[in-house]
T-cell receptor, first 115, second 111 residues
Framework: NAGVTQTPKFQVLKTGQSMTLQCAQD?????MSWYRQDPGMGLRLIHY???????DQGEVPNGYNVSRSTTEDFPLRLLSAAPSQTSVYFC??????????????FGNGTRLTVT | GQQLNQSPQSMFIQEGEDVSMNCTSS?????WLWYKQDPGEGPVLLIA?????ELTSNGRLTAQFGITRKDSFLNISASIPSDVGIYFC???????????FGSGTRLQVQP
């Protein structure tokens, strides 16, 4: 019962470095999404995908890229890290974006620090 | 973007006390969800509400979908130490491609 798996759990980057946060789910969910969590600001949507080959921007997409080449994987790329991207990142998936009986399943997060 | 106003931001209570938190929005939602986040983990769904006026319980938790579809509340009865965490409300529904989350209520329970 893996569910949603995120790697790495922790990461420290220097300003300007690039990296990819990995997310994989084994529940055959069509919908996948990335959120960032900052103190006092809840969960803010970065990017989402309603199926392989389809991605769209969320509330705070700047500085992040995504792709969805398979149903299982939805990596999040930081092309040039900035201190403002220090946050906890969560990947989540479900059968439908917000539908009945289709709860959003979250991974355990990646804690990113940019110095 | 759309916002959900969740209150209170934090609560510090004694074990055994009841807790109430709520979310309000200027927009209508067709779905209201409540999640709990334990330290170091991702949020986990507690209760889902799909109909205006719906009142749903899950053990010591009770949540209601407001009749205006612009608000929801969550009650926890007889709190215990393992209730500690951050509680998030989220709104969604037909036509929406993502959930909108509140800013969270951080709950601490004193044994």
């Amino acid at each position: 019962n893996a569910g949603v798996t995120q790697t790495p759990k922790f990461q420290v980057l220097k300003t300007g470095q690039s990296m990819t946060l990995q997310c994989a789910q084994d529940m055959n969910h069509e919908y996948m999404s990335w959120y960032r969590q900052d103190p006092g600001m809840g969960l803010r949507l970065i990017h989402y995908s309603v199926g392989a080959g389809i991605t769209d921007q969320g509330e705070v997409p700047n500085g992040y890229n995504v792709s969805r080449s398979t149903t299982e994987d939805f990596p999040l790329r930081l092309l040039s890290a900035a201190p403002s991207q220090t946050s906890v990142y969560f990947c989540a998936s479900s059968f439908l974006p917000t539908g009945r009986d289709s709860p959003l399943h979250f991974g355990n997060g990646t804690r990113l620090t940019v110095t | 973007g759309q916002q959900l106003n969740q209150s209170p931001q934090s609560m510090f209570i004694q074990e055994g006390e009841d807790v109430s938190m709520n979310c309000t929005s200027s927009s209508i939602f067709n779905t209201w969800l409540w999640y709990k986040q334990d330290p170091g983990e991702g949020p986990v769904l507690l209760i889902a509400l799909y109909k205006a006026g719906e009142l749903t319980s899950n053990g010591r938790l009770t949540a209601q979908f407001g009749i205006t579809r612009k608000d929801s509340f969550l009650n926890i009865s007889a709190s215990i130490p393992s209730d500690v965490g951050i509680y998030f409300c989220a709104g969604g529904g037909t036509g929406r491609r993502a959930l909108t989350f509140g800013s969270g209520t951080r709950l601490q329970v004193q044994p």
